[in-house]
């Protein structure tokens, strides 16, 4: 199993804070049962903390992530990539931060899968933490626990079994 957590760094701007985050994870599975995994609440549930993912999939439509159990909207985005088995794009923002009304505001996640003979490596990341309002905040929450990496990890589990 590959695991990496790698920062880059905007020196331009010369953050305090790294501009994204990205993990990787290899699954012994092809690429659409990982996808299937990134786009079907019934998979999201089990490793979003209990979040289903709705969304029309048409790229520039909505994506939230809604509690499956209390029906919370706990985060909000717009699809920006939807390439099957592929790259799946989107904005995020807490739906109750005073940015949320700012598109500027808003980090990308972006999946990308890479298929392998009888593997798949699934990639994300998610950034830029130095051009949104409370980006060191956000990024140290986002780091805190190894950035997406037990997330990552948590989908191998769902996919692999």
Partial sequence: M?????TYYNMAQAPTHPA?????????????????????????????????VVSS????????????????TYVDGKLVQFEADKILEYTVFDPNASYAKNPADHLLVKYTISPGPGVSQLHVR?????????????????????????ILDKIKEIVES
Avoid: H
């Fill in 57 to 72: 999939w048409e790229v520039g439509d909505p994506v939230s992530w809604k509690g499956n159990e209390d029906g919370v």
């Fill in 2 to 6: 590959v695991k990496k957590y790698k």
């Fill in 126 to 150: 998610q950034g830029d933490f130095t051009a949104v309002a409370d980006g060191e905040k956000r990024y140290q929450d986002t780091a805190a626990d190894g950035g997406w990496q037990t």
């Fill in 20 to 52: 994204f985050i990205e993990n990787t994870v290899s699954i012994n599975a092809p690429a659409s049962r990982v996808w299937l995994a990134l786009t079907d609440p019934v998979f999201t549930r089990q490793y979003m903390f209990g979040c289903d």
